[in-house]
């Protein structure tokens, strides 16, 4: 990382420190704002937020491993959350998978070259009288078919 | 996602203002709020059942100098969106609930463990928030009674099915990995922060708005003797009119099925992956928490699916689900998944699966929490009630490896 990034997310963490205080309560919410910006939670910024907080860094790391929805490792600017739990499953998630992995050329639990698009499992999201379902980013699409899906996954920057 | 307006329903869908409830029970004292719980016989509506009024009570009878009032909002459970629709489309009846609760065991701080899943809702429940405090249904003295101050926060979830365990979730509000606790101590007396905690459903607290207003006696008219009032029905699966439906306890499945127009139904699963299995022979048991329980789930499943299709499917949520921390969860999860496995690909021995099924059993009673208590529910229930169809050439032989 860049000297000058350092400093930006440094910046970034302090500020995120103030926001939702110091104490170990505050943790997941900073978490959770890293990762929405960055789309990951750097090793740097494990170090910087367990400074702060006054932890070991591997309590940070505990923490992001633990949950599905927070990452140590890179992801693209969009993550796609496919549902793959029983009633999605059985109203055609495995055709809307299909489509979608030809259409960007990736599997599920890969990235696009591009950076654009991760591509994930997730389990039920709670649309289970509206599925297939997927979730962009904070977004939820339902009733997808093969054809919808990879026309609403085109659309996005 | 689709908006359904004018739901139908006789307690929780029926006619309610926001704050109705809040002005009533700051002119009642707190015995006399609990006492209306207690005589409505509201049990928690998460699934464990757990009487509503005892749980506020034991909170209101802790001596701290903080308390708190949590609202569970992580509904992970396969086949459960009812919470969803509740925080959509009646969230006032959530929020009342909670004031109320807090009025009535003294916590002035509430929060709403939103689960990740759902951040599209959080920007309006927030905005709805903003409103009541406006309203002075939040803050402080509210809806003038000098004191009364309460107020309440959403935390988001990351995508972790166990943070609907309440002391995972209360872990995780800590900064914690959503672990559960050993218990006891009870978060009535020991929850967030190490302060007595009340963590209650939400269709628990949407309910309580209407208790406080109608009274616990009209409430109880609806349900059974052990179950009394309605609940919420999340319905998916091979039915025409899948959704939310609100119905008195007691119904039978035969009933919800002819409302939700299901055909050619095979089996139902009703509580979610962590629920059981039930054939068409069972289709004259009632939902209630003495014979079929659920925290709200009801799968439907049609002739032409393959039951052990869907055990698998059940399987391999848990296993990815499994918080890893006590060993009958963490291992026994996997075995039975590639049990599920070996049948899939003709690869068993009926000896090895009367071993998988005591596996289970053990399960039930040695892992730490309700996951682990209950994941091996659907993989007994099915290979039981599914028994000729996967292992002995019934359905025609169609689903036998």
Redesign the interface.
């Known amino acids: 990382m860049l000297v000058m990034e350092k400093n930006f997310l440094q910046e970034e963490i302090e500020k995120l420190v103030e926001t939702f205080g110091n104490s170990r309560s505050a943790l997941i919410p900073i978490l959770q704002e890293i990762q929405k910006k960055h789309h990951y939670i750097s090793e740097f910024a494990q170090q910087e937020v367990a400074r702060l907080l006054d932890i070991h860094p591997v309590e940070v790391y505990s923490v992001i491993s633990f949950y599905a929805f927070l990452s140590s490792e890179p992801k693209g600017r969009n993550i796609v959350r496919l549902c793959q739990t029983i009633t999605c499953d059985l109203a055609g998630k495995y055709s809307v998978a299909k489509a979608i992995e030809r259409e960007l050329g990736i599997a599920f639990g890969e990235t696009t070259k591009d950076n654009r698009i991760s591509l994930e499992y997730t389990n039920c999201v709670g649309m289970c009288d509206q599925g297939p379902a997927m979730l962009i980013n904070d977004k939820v699409y339902t009733r997808l078919s093969p054809e919808k899906a990879v026309e609403i996954i085109n659309e996005i920057k | 996602?689709?908006m359904k307006k004018n739901r139908q329903g006789a307690v929780l869908f029926s006619d309610y203002t926001r704050g109705k409830s809040i002005e009533k029970v700051v002119g009642m004292p707190r015995g006399d709020v609990l006492a209306e719980v207690k005589e409505s016989k509201l049990k928690g509506r998460g699934g464990a059942g757990f009487p509503t009024a005892t749980k506020w009570m034991l909170t209101a009878a802790a001596v701290a100098e903080k308390k708190y009032i949590i609202c569970n909002a992580d509904?992970?459970?396969?086949?459960?969106?009812k919470?969803?629709v509740l925080l959509d489309e009646y969230p006032a009846l959530v929020f009342d609930g909670m004031v109320i609760g807090g009025y009535v065991t003294g916590a002035h701080e509430g929060i709403l463990y939103l689960?990740?899943?759902?951040?599209?809702m959080k920007k309006g429940l927030e905005n709805y928030l903003e409103e009541m405090r406006k309203d002075n249904l939040l803050g402080v003295n509210i809806a003038g009674k000098e004191g009364f101050n309460f107020d309440i926060n959403i935390?988001?979830g990351?995508?972790?099915?166990i943070c609907g365990e309440e002391t995972a979730l209360i872990e995780?509000?800590?900064?914690?990995?959503?672990e559960p606790r050993n218990k006891p101590p009870f978060p009535v007396n020991t929850g967030f922060?190490g302060c007595p905690t009340a963590v209650n459903n939400v269709e628990t607290l949407a309910a309580i708005s209407h208790i406080v207003v109608k009274g616990g006696k009209w409430y109880q008219k609806y349900g059974t003797d052990k179950s009394s009032g309605s609940k919420l029905f999340?319905?998916?699966?091979?039915c025409k009119k899948?959704?939310?439906f609100e119905l008195p306890w007691g119904t039978t499945i035969t009933d919800l099925l002819k409302l939700v127009d299901a055909d050619n139904v095979k089996a139902v699963?009703v509580g979610g992956?962590s629920g059981v299995c039930i054939p068409k022979s069972q289709f004259d048991r009632k939902l209630a928490y003495e014979d079929a329980a659920t925290g709200g789930s009801i799968?439907i499943?049609n002739e032409s699916?393959d039951m052990l299709h869907?055990l698998k499917?059940?399987m391999?949520?848990f296993v990815?689900?499994s918080?890893g921390q006590c060993t009958p969860c963490r291992i026994g999860n996997v075995k039975l998944l590639e049990g599920v496995e070996m049948i899939e690909s003709g690869n068993y021995t009926f000896s090895y699966i009367t071993k998988l099924k005591e596996l289970g059993q053990s399960m039930q009673v040695a892992s730490k929490c309700g996951l682990g208590q209950s994941s091996p529910n659907s993989f007994l229930s099915i290979l039981e009630n599914f028994r000729d169809e996967i292992f002995n050439n019934g359905n025609g032989g169609v689903n036998v490896r």
């Open positions: 996602m689709e509904e992970g459970e396969p086949g459960t969106f919470d969803r689960r990740g899943e759902y951040s599209y935390k988001m990351s995508g972790a099915y995780s509000l800590e900064g914690q990995r959503g922060m999340s319905v998916s699966g091979d899948p959704g939310v699963q992956a799968m499943f699916r869907i499917n059940f391999e949520f990815e689900e918080c």
